[in-house]
């Protein structure tokens, strides 16, 4: 057997394990996440591992010890930084937040991303008609976000006045759902 054919096979097993992977997951509506099916049989973890675009946003809930918790029954509302929203806070911090030693201060800011709850766009969306143009969200980590629309996008301030966009909505999980963001958010400072 020679190395092109051993090559085309292995092209070839790719495209149909990528290919059956996308047949099976056209039928939930969840969205695509980082090049990966998302399906919502699956929990928050077993879902995000698969996304190319969270591998921090995993690295970060692996050390602040958070995965049994995400991994738990919820229901959770999860503002999921990507990768390039963690890319925005310097890499010294990043790697200092990774710290054992910094721990609790990791387990505020994930925790910061969390909310109570099972809530679609749509529900926020109403909050956010319902009170005027803004409502706040209570999150299980202690923060109060400041939801409000920005034409069809949703964004997210924090208590520093940092601002976040919803970029992809509704990504059903079994215990939840995640709404991706393109900054990470912090507690008050």
Do not use: W, Y
Request: glycine share 8%; charged share 15%.
């Amino acid at each position: 057997m020679t190395l092109k054919t051993i090559l085309t096979a292995a092209v070839a097993a790719t495209t149909l394990t990528t290919a059956a992977l996308a047949e099976s997951h056209a039928g939930t509506d969840n969205p695509m996440v980082g090049g990966a099916a998302m399906f919502p049989d699956k929990t928050i973890v077993e879902n995000a591992v698969n996304s190319a675009d969270h591998t921090t946003l995993v690295a970060a809930v692996k050390a602040a010890e958070l995965v049994d918790t995400l991994m738990s029954d919820g229901p959770f509302t999860v503002f999921a930084p990507t990768n390039g929203a963690f890319d925005r806070i310097s890499a010294e911090s990043l790697n200092a937040l990774l710290q054992p030693e910094a721990k609790a201060q990791l387990t505020q800011i994930l925790t910061c991303h969390v909310v109570a709850g099972n809530a679609m766009s749509d529900a926020i969306a109403g909050m956010i008609a319902d009170d005027g143009g803004m409502h706040p969200v209570e999150t299980v980590g202690g923060c109060t976000l400041q939801a409000k629309m920005d034409g069809s996008k949703i964004t997210l301030t924090d208590e520093n006045g940092r601002e976040a966009t919803v970029t992809i909505a509704d990504v059903r999980q079994s215990n939840g759902v995640i709404h991706v963001i393109d900054r990470v958010l912090l507690p008050a400072q």
